[in-house]
């Protein structure tokens, strides 16, 4: 009876076996077909590293080179970055209102190498991942109307997101995104500055009544706008380093009676100041 009842026993030792030998070359196959490396799930994501680790905006001129690489973690399948999308943010998170604040880079190839030491396309123990680093490769400077944009406003800091796309050596199309804080320089020294001659605070002067309004940029930065008013007239004249302005021609209504003639200029990297002069307007005896 006991040689009867284990025959059966030996025959299913046999295919568990017979299993484990399959079960173990199917997981070898695909280890091989795998290229050495697993396939990244939706949890996992390849890491940019920028170089400067902060970008700075400065209104005193210049670009700034931005590098970034790729590191595949452990493990991780090879691919090819394919193109990325790139916007500028404000400190919220609020992408910016400029020419040139969002746009996408095409056909970039740059090869994302295997989490692995080991040969492509053997078979190689988990052993064998390590996480493994691209290329660096250059990004494109902050547009100047976005440097302007982010001087013109009141924050020291922005955002600038990095929307990556890459194909992996599975055929598998991966998307992540990698933010980057930009950091807002402004030199009060560069701030252009205003000078109101021949109008005095606390004069009495005439309706037709003619003065000058001098702006200085101290790295001779082109102005972008120049606006002059005059109690609640706001009148935008063309920006130039010298304005003549005659009261009764600028502006449309000159009453008699206290005033305040205010002066509004921003130049083209969008640094601003303001100036004003309090008079009262008299008519003539």
């Known amino acids: 009876m006991k040689r009867t009842q284990g025959a059966p026993t030996r025959a299913?030792?046999?295919d568990r076996?017979?299993?484990?030998?399959?079960?173990?070359?199917?997981?070898?196959?695909?280890?091989?077909?795998?290229?050495?490396?697993?396939?990244?799930?939706?949890?996992?994501?390849?890491?940019?590293?920028f170089t400067p680790s902060v970008l700075t905006v400065t209104d005193a001129g210049g670009e700034e080179l931005l590098e970034v690489a790729f590191t595949t973690p452990a493990g991780g399948t090879g691919g090819f970055l394919s193109g990325y999308a790139v916007t500028y943010l404000d400190a919220r998170g609020v992408p910016l209102e400029a020419t040139g604040a969002a746009f996408d880079v095409a056909g970039v190839n740059l090869r994302l190498p295997p989490g692995s030491t080991c040969e492509p396309f053997t078979v190689c123990p988990p052993s064998s991942y390590r996480p493994q680093t691209s290329e660096a490769m250059s990004l494109p400077a902050v547009p100047s109307s976005v440097t302007g944009a982010?001087?013109?406003?009141?924050?020291?800091?922005?955002?600038?997101?990095?929307?990556?796309?890459?194909?992996?050596?599975?055929?598998?199309?991966l998307t992540w995104t990698s933010e980057l804080t930009v950091l807002i320089d402004r030199d009060p020294a560069l701030v252009p500055t205003i000078t109101v001659s021949g109008l005095d605070a606390g004069t009495q002067v005439a309706p037709d009544h003619a003065f000058d309004v001098?702006?200085?940029?101290?790295?001779?930065?082109?102005?972008?706008?120049?606006?002059?008013?005059?109690g609640t007239e706001a009148v935008t004249v063309p920006a130039a380093a010298t304005t003549t302005v005659v009261l009764n021609e600028t502006f449309e209504v000159v009453s008699p009676g206290d005033a305040t003639f205010q002066v509004a200029v921003t130049d083209a990297m969008g640094r601003s100041a303001t100036s004003s002069v309090a008079f009262t307007v008299a008519l003539p005896e």
């Open 150 to 173: 982010y001087l013109a406003s009141s924050d020291t800091r922005g955002i600038a997101r990095f929307a990556w796309t890459a194909t992996l050596d599975t055929g598998q199309v």
């Open 17 to 49: 076996r017979r299993w484990t030998l399959l079960a173990t070359g199917l997981l070898a196959a695909a280890f091989l077909l795998a290229g050495c490396a697993t396939i990244l799930g939706a949890g996992t994501t390849i890491r940019a590293a």
């Open 12 to 14: 299913l030792r046999w």
């Open 214 to 230: 001098l702006v200085a940029s101290p790295n001779a930065t082109e102005l972008a706008s120049l606006v002059l008013t005059l």
